[in-house]
């Protein structure tokens, strides 16, 4: 399994209450794009490979269409779970997914708003994964998940490349 990887992350112009921030990750996944993109869509896939190292996620929900919604509960080592919600605004199937993505707060409430955007592209029998995240908006209280996010990105995109049902 090969996999050849670069990030940048682009913080924005700082303004009070919010934090604007962009990460662009680029992969190549050694397995087909068809592969790829059903890791990315299938819950029972997902579940496996999302999150930083050592997270499981206990709740993994995906209602794949334009307006469905994604749910992932991510556990962290120390027992903490962190949630996340979305909606899907694209899916082309293999070609794209295009989604909102909330971290929630202990009460619920969105302390991180963002989009992401995934491309597959086909190069040369593997996958160019390309993954934009766009974070519009964030509480003081994000501040430390804002820190970890390129981090914790490459962490489980290096989960994603090493799942089994990309690697038989």
Not at 75 to 81: C, K, M, Q, V, Y
Not at 119 to 135: N, Q, R, S, Y
Request: charged share 20%.
């Amino acid at each position: 399994m090969t996999t050849t990887n670069n990030s940048t992350s682009t913080p924005a112009t700082q303004q009070p209450g919010t934090a604007p921030r962009e990460l662009v990750l680029t992969r190549i996944i050694d397995a087909p794009r068809e592969l790829v993109f059903q890791a990315w869509t299938d819950p029972q896939h997902l579940a496996q490979w999302w999150g930083p190292q050592h997270f499981t996620n206990p709740v993994c929900e995906v209602d794949l269409r334009p307006g469905g919604a994604i749910r992932i509960d991510m556990r962290g080592p120390d027992g903490i779970i962190y949630p996340l919600q979305g909606v899907f605004r694209e899916v082309v199937a293999p070609e794209r997914l295009v989604f909102t993505n909330d971290a929630l707060d202990a009460a619920g409430q969105p302390m991180i708003e963002g989009l992401t955007t995934v491309t597959f592209a086909e190069h040369e029998g593997k996958t160019l994964l390309t993954v934009h995240d766009w974070i519009s908006k964030a509480t003081p209280a994000a501040a430390g998940a804002l820190a970890g996010m390129e981090e914790g990105w490459n962490e489980s995109l290096d989960r994603l490349a090493a799942l089994p049902a990309l690697n038989q």
